[in-house]
């Protein structure tokens, strides 16, 4: 149950910092604070691995009393896999990559941000991070 809580919960803040990177309407990109969105994305990388750690700690707790609970220990343990595979193939690198757009964005355009209107502009501005996001998943499996 914690792990789908947390799983949601970081979910929930990855999409509240995209939400400031990108904007609702396709034909528009925005950063308005990319300052803001490098800070709030760390603190994601930084509680999702605290939380890897968590639940590390808590396979072996349940490791130790196998005897006592199987049934529950293999749950504990088997949570503790899946949260941490989903958390390496899925959770960080969004969260790397969408790091990674916000400080382009500071680079290039100063902590104001930026909104661009060209839908042209803009959709070169968003498939960023598809791209690089391709470029992890590729390099993982090589």
Not at 23 to 51: C, H, T, Y
Not at 85 to 105: G, T
């Amino acid at each position: 149950m914690l792990t789908e809580r947390h799983n949601e919960w970081v979910d929930d803040q990855v999409n509240a910092a995209s939400g400031s990177v990108g904007g609702s309407d396709e034909s528009v990109f925005s950063i308005v604070d990319p300052q803001a969105a490098v800070i709030n994305l760390a603190r994601l990388v930084v509680n999702g691995q605290k939380m890897v750690c968590t639940m590390r700690k808590a396979a072996e707790t349940a490791k130790a009393a196998q005897g006592l609970a199987p049934e529950q220990v293999r749950r504990v343990v088997d949570r503790s896999r899946d949260f941490e595979r989903d958390w390496h193939d899925e959770k960080l690198p969004l969260l790397v990559v969408s790091m990674r757009l916000a400080l382009e964005v500071l680079d290039t355009f100063g902590p104001e941000g930026v909104t661009v209107d060209d839908p042209i502009e803009a959709a070169i501005w968003s498939n960023k991070s598809h791209v690089w996001l391709n470029e992890i998943v590729q390099y993982r499996s090589s």
